[in-house]
């Protein structure tokens, strides 16, 4: 989203951020419960309640804060009661959709974790374990689309026809409408069958089916099955799909997959804002600081705000404001740097903000804010109780591509109890800063 980055053919150069906060403190020998989400997420604490739909925890933050989660529980994958990892998740009435599988292959066990460790040999199995079986909500799901849809590709229709063009009809129909993705995932899947003696369009539909898998469903085995199989199949690799392909290794456990990958196609001296992101993420912050500040030299905008990104994402206020004054004084109406100096503006601010900001200090009620984003304002509401933040949505936005961007950054704010050194959501930075800076607002009025 803010890094709209053009997909430009990558060849390899050679022979071929900060990592999410995560909640720490766990409850003690009499809470000592745990639940596991299917993203690979786990959380030490309380069990409150179990519906068929949602799953009450009470957790424990690093900071001490006591907090009340609801989990969809199709997003549960295990609970632990007291050392009992015999707990149903869910009733035993709902039945959960069971996925069609190739004979032999095992069912999905997990879709990948920041914190997980593995060597390459196992992420390798577990991406073909995984990435290649139909999802577990496959068959729930109803393959839905106009017909007048042109699925092969060769009779694209001019100007912008969402119900003939493939490109036209998920950007305007399935990717801002959350509903919609599963479906279009499904459709994606059945475009590739369809092109299947057209190796050019079809690596096309693969590239987008991989991009889905990762950016709207976060489903890591999925996205480097798909990115994998484009690329053995002759597909030429684009600069999305190889930062795409090496977060999924990321994600799965083995930064050094990751980080040779950007290696072998320059990612980790030539700037992108994706690929900069990435190279925070592994822990080479100086990397990726210094590959931002040298393209400050020729776009000040792009460079000095990503620049100022890393150095608030590192806790490093004064050294983001230097940078966030500068991107925001570059007059340059090319491109987006209008949109760019809105959005320096506001992570100026938000950050002189930051320098004050006690959360202990913030008077119990909810709490409003307001940020510029993508494509106009974006409010956020944040609800504070006996100092602590109990819960934080968005309330009203116009942005039409935000990824998981919308329910996530509210969730780690309430998770981490606060509003400071949050990673963006890869592909969609600009929704998560107008998130991040709102939420900010919404509680330095809120102290007393």
Known sequence: ???????????????????????????????????????????????????????????????????????????????????????????????????????????????????????????????QREGKPVAPWWDSVKLDYPRTLDLAGTNRARGWQPRIN???????????????????????????DVRKNDPMRRSEAMGMLANYYLRYLEDYPRAAYWNLKNTQSGGQPTLHGVVGLAECYFHLGNKQMAAKLLSDYSLDTRFSAPGAKLLAELGQVDKALKMSLEMARTAPDRGYLAAGNLHRLTGKYDQAITCYSKAAAHQDPRGHGKLNRQRARECLAAVKLCETLDISKVADGTHRGTSASYRGPLSVEVQVAGGKITAARVTKHKDDIFFTSITKIPRRIVETQSVERLDAVSGATVTCEAIVNAATKALSAGMR
Not at 7 to 17: E, L, Q
Not at 101 to 112: E, L, R
Not at 176 to 182: D, F, G, I, L, V
């Open 166 to 192: 493939l490109g036209a009809y998920f950007y305007t129909i399935v990717t801002p409408h959350p509903a919609r993705w599963k479906s279009g995932i499904k459709l994606l899947h059945h475009v590739v």
């Open 1 to 127: 989203m803010g890094n709209r980055e053009c997909n430009v053919r990558w060849r390899p150069a050679g022979s071929a951020a900060v990592v999410c906060i995560m909640l720490a403190a766990a409850y003690g020998s009499v809470l000592g419960d745990k639940i596991v989400l299917t993203n690979g997420s786990t959380y030490n604490g309380k069990l409150l309640k179990r519906t068929a739909t949602t799953v009450r925890f009470h957790v424990v933050l690093s900071n001490g804060a006591k907090v009340a989660l609801d989990f969809p529980a199709g997003k549960v994958k295990s609970v632990t009661v007291g050392g009992d990892t015999g707990l149903d998740t869910v009733p035993p009435k709902i039945k959960k959709p069971t996925p069609t599988k190739p004979p032999g292959v095992k069912p999905p066990t997990a879709t990948g974790s920041k914190g997980a460790k593995r060597s390459p040999a196992a992420v390798n199995a577990l991406v």
